[in-house]
C-alpha cells in the first residue's frame, strides 16, 4: 500500500497540470490554516454627558480606531459608570474610557491598567466645582454649615470622581454629608451626568451641585448653559483626567498599538465627545493615587 501511495505521489509531480493543482491546493490550506480575522476590539465608554451628544464622536473614533489597528473596532456608551466596570471584570471589553475614582475600582476589582488620557487646556487636569444658582445667598462653601436643612443638594453619578466622590470628601469634612442616606440636608439626589446637574442649577431645581469643571466651562463655551446665573462656590484642587484603560490580560503588543494609535488622533469631531479635550497623551497608574487615597478615606475602596 505505501508503494502504491509512492507511485501516486511521483506520477502527480512528473504531470505539470497535476503539480500545478497540488501546488494551488497546498496554498488554499495553508491560507485557510494561518489567515483568521482578528476578534473585533471592544470599547467601553462612561457616560461624561448625555448618551446621544457623545454618539457622533464616538462613531468616528471607532472609525479612526478600526482604520489605524487594521482590526474591527466596536465602541459603547454605557448607561451608567458600574457597567464599565464590570465589563472590564467579566473581560466583556478590552479597553474602557473611565472616571479616574471608576477607574481605581477597576484596577483594584480587574487590574486594569490606564495608558492614555486627555489634555484640557493643554493640561491633563481637571476640578471638581460645586456651584449655586446666582441668586442664591451662597457664596463658599462653609455657607452650607448656615443651613443646611433648607439644601437641595444634586450630585452628578454616585461614581462620578468630580460629580460625587470628591465633593462629597468636602462635605464631610464639614461634618454635612456621610452618604446618600446620612446628612444634613433637606435632599441629596443623582442627576447622572454633569450637564443635567448644570441645568438643574441654572433652573433652580437644586440649591447645590457637584460638577466637572472642563465640562462646566465647555457648556458656558457652547452656550448650553448660562454663565451669568450660576455661582461656583467651591473649587478643589487639581485631579488627573480621565483615563482610557485597558483590561488585565490584554496582549501587550496590541496594548502598545492601542495607545500609540490614540496618541495620532487630531480629530475635532473626537474630542468634541469629551467637551474641552485637545489632545491625547499618555498616562500611568500612579497618576490616580490621589483619587485612590480619596476613596479609601471614605471608605469606598
Not at 500609540?260 to 500611568?284: H, M, Q, S
Request: net charge negative; proline share 4%.
Amino acid at each position: 500500500m505505501v508503494q502504491s501511495l509512492e507511485r501516486e505521489l511521483m506520477n502527480t509531480l512528473s504531470n505539470p497540470c497535476r503539480r500545478v493543482f497540488l501546488l494551488l491546493s497546498l496554498l488554499a490550506f495553508t491560507n485557510g490554516c494561518t489567515t483568521q480575522e482578528s476578534p473585533p476590539l471592544k470599547i467601553g465608554v462612561v457616560p461624561a454627558q448625555t448618551e446621544g451628544e457623545m454618539a457622533k464622536g464616538m462613531q468616528r473614533l471607532q472609525d479612526l480606531l478600526a482604520k489605524k489597528l487594521g482590526r474591527e473596532v466596536k465602541v459603547e456608551v454605557y448607561p451608567e459608570y458600574n457597567g464599565v466596570v464590570e465589563a472590564l471584570n467579566y473581560q466583556k471589553i478590552d479597553v474602557a474610557f473611565l472616571g479616574p475614582f471608576t477607574y481605581v475600582v477597576a484596577n483594584k476589582n480587574s487590574g486594569a491598567r490606564a495608558i492614555v488620557t486627555q489634555l484640557i487646556n493643554g493640561e491633563p487636569y481637571y476640578f471638581s466645582y460645586l456651584i449655586a444658582p446666582e441668586n442664591s445667598k451662597l457664596q463658599s462653601i462653609d455657607d452650607l454649615k448656615a443651613s443646611p436643612a433648607e439644601l437641595r443638594v444634586m450630585f452628578g453619578s454616585i461614581n462620578s470622581t468630580s460629580g460625587c466622590l470628591v465633593p462629597s470628601a468636602a462635605l464631610k469634612e464639614l461634618e454635612l454629608y456621610v452618604d446618600e442616606n446620612h446628612h444634613s440636608f433637606k435632599e441629596v439626589k443623582f442627576g447622572g451626568s454633569h450637564d443635567v446637574v448644570a441645568l438643574s442649577i441654572q433652573t433652580g431645581a437644586a440649591d447645590v451641585g457637584a460638577i466637572d469643571s472642563a465640562l462646566f466651562d465647555s457648556f458656558v463655551r457652547s452656550g448650553k448653559i448660562d454663565a451669568s446665573k450660576i455661582r461656583v462656590i467651591w473649587k478643589s484642587e487639581q485631579l488627573f483626567q480621565y483615563p482610557w484603560a485597558v483590561r488585565s490580560g490584554l496582549d501587550s503588543t496590541l496594548e502598545k498599538k492601542i495607545q500609540e494609535a490614540f496618541l495620532t488622533i487630531n480629530d475635532p469631531l473626537v474630542f468634541g465627545a469629551f467637551e474641552g479635550a485637545t489632545k491625547f497623551v499618555k498616562c500611568a497608574d500612579d497618576d490616580y493615587d490621589q483619587i485612590r487615597e480619596i476613596a479609601k478615606k471614605l471608605g469606598k475602596l
